[in-house]
């Protein structure tokens, strides 16, 4: 029986339909695209820090070429050339452009022209969001550089663009403070790229707590002759709680390619950790080899300023490309685990723990990981499963994310993940409305005990203090072909969780196998099947229902295998959320594991142009960059929808919650939006 608010609206028809798209997030690897790196400092106090910026200097690269004897010269000169259309790949870093490709089928650059949608102020002004991190203006980068908590400061550093909204040339460190991941202070620029060794960008890096509280970074820098090397930096005055100010090592840099490794393709070195059989540090770096195999290479350092290359690979896998912002960490079933600690419990004959190996490839910018065991002593990684091997199988977002890191809190015993999303708008209107990038929520992670096979991830529990008016709206049924708007307050800040059934006698009456669905490739939230599309449609536009209004479309698909047995897709449908033409829109997910019993559920987060979905307690997750024009503002709502052809869907459970703004901008602006 049906239940709902007396004053409820009525259930409306879905009298549209959607076009396949060609992208295929779940299709097998193949080639794939490039992406820069940032940094991301750490400050370990009662605040947390976020340390990194990418500066360009007016749309120009400084290049060079490496001298013959191979050793790149502190006085080597610099050729100054013009960037245009793709940015990155040239400086040896990944692909930072969107993609959105004007009508002649270019790069949309600011010179796009008539074939740019015109944007109003009011649109731009509305993408900034009330709960994310992002940078003051200009452009922001990857987090790379947490290193943890001391006495509940978290650090995290970001590249930023002082200077510009697109991504420049040259990556300094951008610089935020806050005590619970969600409110940031900005700070002025910690570091700029000013020394031979870094002059074309201070790259991506990592941030390490020594016993004694004090704290090193490594990070890679591009030379002036565009040789990736690692570098040393540490806080200028240790007693400084803001850690403002960072030096950089006299003897810099610390680190060269090793050989048979390319100049550029050597990169974003890892948090250290401790081995106590012979006392050193150990780190990691990503590369890849001269067949284009993704692979991982350790060092190991007394000092930090004198490594040496531990024989043999970490691990290696064949056609994944370059390994960018590599992550090796335990993980286990209920809290986070320390690498020193897990390294010292393995080699005292303790229990072994599973460790993650995380890549983001520089071939398609998507972030590759995989379970497996860590044996210090032979220094090798071995994946449980090799058919799920890093950079083939299993990704921490089936969305927009990308470049991430995590850190191990050590006030609170957790493992926290960040991740980079940027923008999927043109770099025409990133430019108009002055900045770009945003960072992911922070998200616990933890291994899934019940699957054994994947991780759970989980927005940090400090994002629940951001909950203001809280609407339970109980069990309602949607019947197959037909939407059920929310009566909302307001529908742009949002964390939604729901849980969704579907009737057992159209699932028992749903015989035929459908074998071909593919989230990206099967029509979107039209494909309609006996078994879904269903689940919920956000910043949808308020005032009509069903054509061609705006909507980005969250849910669950259900199909039957040939053995019978039933498979859940969860999926995010972009190709609605805008009537812009200069943005890409996609339709992005995967299969999402479902155990008898479980309800399919899932919590989505609603920030303006970020939607962030988190299915089965965090088994999988997707990120959406959407860029409405008319269903923004008190315009935007909320619906269910069930797209099924012959299966009735019940809300079991579900609860709205508005949120409130975490003013990292100017509050009286933000509380405007």
């Excluded at 300094?172 to 870094?198: E, K």
């Excluded at 991506?204 to 570098?231: H, K």
């Excluded at 960072?246 to 070195?269: A, I, M």
């Excluded at 459970?653 to 405007?672: G, I, K, P, R, T």
Aim: hydrophobic fraction near 40%.
């Amino acid at each position: 029986m049906e239940a709902r608010d007396s004053g409820s609206m009525p259930a409306l028809p879905l009298p549209y339909s959607y076009a396949a798209l060609p992208d295929d997030a779940e299709a097998a690897v193949v080639g794939r695209g490039r992406r820069t790196g940032p940094l991301f400092a750490a400050l370990l106090l009662t605040l947390a820090a976020v340390l990194l910026a990418i500066v360009a200097l007016a749309g120009v690269r400084l290049v060079g070429e490496l001298p013959a004897g191979g050793v790149v010269e502190p006085n080597h000169p610099m050729e100054v050339m013009d960037v245009r259309g793709s940015r990155g790949p040239e400086s040896g870093v990944s692909e930072k452009t969107s993609g959105a490709a004007s009508e002649s089928g270019g790069m949309l650059g600011a010179d796009a022209g008539s074939n740019a949608f015109p944007w109003s102020n009011a649109m731009l002004q509305w993408q900034r969001t009330g709960f994310h991190f992002q940078p003051e203006k200009n452009w922001m980068n990857d987090p790379n550089g947490m290193s943890g908590l001391l006495q509940g400061v978290v650090p995290p550093v970001l590249p930023v663009q002082p200077r510009r909204p697109d991504l420049g040339n040259k990556i300094a460190w951008g610089h935020a403070v806050s005590r619970d991941l969600l409110r940031w202070r900005h700070l002025p620029i910690a570091m700029f790229p000013d020394q031979w060794y870094d002059i074309n960008g201070a790259w991506s890096g990592s941030a390490t707590v020594l016993p004694d509280g004090r704290i090193v970074m490594l990070y890679t820098g591009s030379t002036n002759a565009s040789v990736q090397v690692q570098c040393l930096a540490f806080p200028s005055d240790p007693s400084d709680p803001l850690l403002t100010n960072w030096t950089k090592y006299e003897s810099n840099p610390v680190l060269y390619p090793p050989p048979h490794v390319g100049e550029k393709d050597f990169r974003d070195p890892t948090t250290a950790w401790y081995d106590g059989s012979d006392g050193m540090w150990r780190i990691v770096i990503g590369s890849k080899d001269n067949r284009h195999a993704g692979m991982a290479m350790t060092y190991k350092t007394k000092n930090f300023t004198d490594f040496e290359l531990i024989p043999g690979l970490l691990h290696r896998v064949p056609a994944t490309g370059m390994w960018e912002c590599i992550d090796l960490y335990p993980v286990g079933g209920t809290r986070g685990i320390d690498m020193t600690d897990a390294v010292a419990v393995a080699s005292n004959g303790g229990g072994e723990v599973l460790h993650v190996m995380k890549e983001s490839s520089d071939d398609d910018r998507h972030d590759y990981y995989a379970l497996g065991r860590y044996n210090a002593v032979a220094n090798k990684w071995t994946p449980l499963d090799a058919e799920a091997d890093v950079g083939i199988g299993l990704r921490y977002d089936w969305g927009k994310f990308y470049a991430s890191k995590t850190f191990y809190d050590q006030a609170k015993k957790r493992r926290v993940l960040w991740g980079w999303v940027g923008e999927t708008d043109s770099e025409r209107a990133d430019v108009a409305k002055g900045w770009a990038s945003l960072q992911s929520i922070p998200r616990t992670v933890v291994l899934d005990t019940k699957t054994g096979s994947n991780l759970i991830q989980w927005p940090v529990v400090e994002v629940e203090t951001l909950r203001t008016n809280s609407t339970n709206l109980g069990s309602i049924i949607v019947e197959h072909g037909s939407v059920f708007p929310l009566s909302l307050h307001r529908a742009t800040q949002l964390d939604i969780e729901a849980s969704f059934r579907l009737d057992l006698l159209d699932v028992a009456a749903a015989k035929e196998a459908d074998v071909g669905y593919n989230c990206s490739t099967s029509g979107g939230a039209a494909g309609r099947g006996a078994l879904g599309p269903f689940g919920l449609l956000v910043l949808a536009d308020a005032r009509r229902h069903g054509g061609d209004t705006e909507q980005t479309a969250v849910y669950f698909y259900v199909a039957r295998g040939l053995d019978g047995s039933l498979y859940t897709h969860f999926c995010h449908d972009e190709s609605r959320s805008s009537r812009a033409n200069d943005i890409v829109k996609r339709v992005v997910g995967n299969v999402v594991p479902v155990l008898d019993g479980e309800a399919l559920s899932v919590r989505v987060l609603v920030d303006h142009s970020i939607i962030e979905s988190f299915a089965q307690g965090g088994r999988s997750t997707v990120t959406s960059r959407v860029y409405p024009t008319e269903a923004i503002y008190a315009n935007a709502g909320v619906y269910l929808f069930n797209n099924a052809t012959g299966a009735r869907v019940t809300a079991s459970s579900l609860v709205v919650h508005e949120m409130d703004s975490s003013y990292n901008q100017n509050q009286a602006e933000m509380a405007s939006l």
